[in-house]
């Protein structure tokens, strides 16, 4: 799965991530409101593999036609 998306930092600062009980109640909560990405997702963020780039290989993709 790839997933690629922007979030605007205009006008109020972007995104903010709230303090949220059910996020909280399946391990994924933090304790106090934050604007930072990195800081409301550094805890399930632990628990992943690390990324791997590899070289795009032929054949990985159907061909069109």
Sequence with gaps: MVAVGA???GI???IVY???EAAASHG???EH???SPAQAHEKVR???PRSTFVRYR???LP???
Excluded: I, Q, Y
């Design 7 to 9: 979030r605007g930092r």
């Design 12 to 14: 109020g600062g972007g």
């Design 18 to 20: 709230p303090v949220s």
């Design 28 to 30: 994924a909560g933090f």
């Design 33 to 35: 409101e934050t604007s």
């Design 46 to 48: 632990a628990d992943l």
């Design 58 to 60: 032929p054949g990985w």
């Design 63 to 65: 061909e069109e036609g």
